[in-house]
């Protein structure tokens, strides 16, 4: 098998393999070719080549979402790395693992003026769980570089006993670095940054190793719930008759069917579901903003907890926030492993623990469940706003919701829907979606920035067929997330165009000013047919509620190639037609 020469360089590939670190998002470059080299020619990793590294660590982002599993990106020394951030802090605020290995210069040759050479020591400070920054090797025993770290040394004999302790104690520094580093990842959920100098010459190869680094496992035991939080939680949950469980983005198959249905038999407890929560039940509340947006001050007393109980990752409707904070529960418990966010302002419990582990501890001791009318009176509310929605629905005229509406009911069972941000997954919230779909959003920053990327990088590994929609605005935006030579034929996008940012009309503002067409919308004439041709996507197009459905009819069929079906909608009207369904289902 072919090595690079470098040692280092030897290090980190043979750890990463030890740590089954398999999938390599790589950025071409000259500083990382140590390492390209030897990624790409072991049998054992799956290389991909992605130019762009902001589609790259997006790609990468997609991939590692779906394995649960630590995925690597490489790239070379400069700004290379910098491209990676928007992704990298998406990855920390979503808890998805990813191991960012970047080539850097010599510490000599950084800030003397030479190229493609930046302070990339710590660049992520804010948003990783770590970050190895690993030391350059000493070259051999008759050429021992610069280096302010080996002392002067008179002679020969003590310059070679010096130079071997010096590089067994870097060799070990790296080593105990980079474990430190993929296990913050696995175990932490989140991006992690080895920084990698190498000294020129760059290509050399060998045909043996001469380094043989150990990896340092780490099994994690789960603490058990303290007793007491456990006794004094269920003694304010058996006095309340108002509970709420509100439950953000999380992985599909993730929570035990007996818990949620344990749940459900309580009279006194509501559950509150966002569509990237991925759990499903009859008696769960799906469609947040329909159920609160409609609610006078009166109804938002009513409905308002006694004991908030939260888990799942970001919370999407901005209008259960709006109601949480100003209508406050006297406890609210969040139950993760990590972290609790305060998103409501009156946290008063985070529970260490998974949801299972919390639910399998508590549940159990709930002996009697008292006596409440709580979820019969919100279910009877649920019910009436489904009827409004249908019928509000039959009578609108063609626009961005009555799209949402045809599409989202045509995606076949048991596909992955990933969703673009910004306006799409607001529609998306306000239909009750088919349980087989598995639904993804990159809700940790909500930037539109890599969606496309990241739909491509999770179609890759999926088992199942991808599904993405995405609006215009987010699509152009990454459409590099369209150059790349690995995206399976049975991807699909959908592209809902209402020529700019929609969502803007919905907000406060000067609407219809040529100030807010420019600098707020956005109002562009761009379509995607071009970028469809140039990537190989079939592309179709539709602008009435005939053509879609007509389109739709072949359009998830099988095909030589990814497909892209852009839906053209009215772009001054959606936010009418938005505002008067809040009003409608009253």
Known sequence: MVYPKIPLAQTVIQLCKSKKIQHIVISPGSRNAPLTIGFTQDEFFSCYSIVDERSAAFFALGIAQQLKHPVALLCTSGSALLNYYPAIAEA??????????????PKHLIDIGDGQTINQKHVFANHILYSANLKLDLKDENNIPLNEELPIMKNLEDKLERFLGFQKDIQSFNEFEINTAINNSSINRGPVHINIPFDEPLYETVNELSVAPKAIEVNIIPNPIDSYTLEESLENWNATTKKMVLVGVQEPNQMEQKWLDELSKDDSVIMLTETTSNLHHDTFFPNIDQ???????????????????TFGGVIISKKIKAFLRKFQPKHHWHIDIKKANDTFFCLSMHVEATPNHFFEAFLPKITHHVKSDYKEIWTEVKRKRQLKHNRYLKQIPYSDLKVFDIVLKSIPDHNILQVGNSSAIRYTQLFKLNKSLEVFCNRGTSGIDGSTSTAVGCAVVSKKPTVFITGDLSFLYDSNGLWNNYTPINFRIIVVNNQGGGIFRILPGQKDSQNFDTFF??????NAKHLSDMHGFEYLSASNEKQIKNKLKSFFNGSDGPKIFEIFTPRTINDEVLLGYFKFIT
Do not use: G
Request: hydrophobic share 45%; charged share 20%.
């Open 92 to 105: 920390f605020y979503s808890d998805i693992p990813l191991i960012v290995l970047s080539a850097d210069r």
């Open 291 to 309: 159920l609160i947006a409609p609610l006078t001050e009166a109804e938002q007393l009513q409905l308002q907890p006694e004991i908030l109980l």
């Open 521 to 526: 919308e956005t109002k562009n004439n761009l």
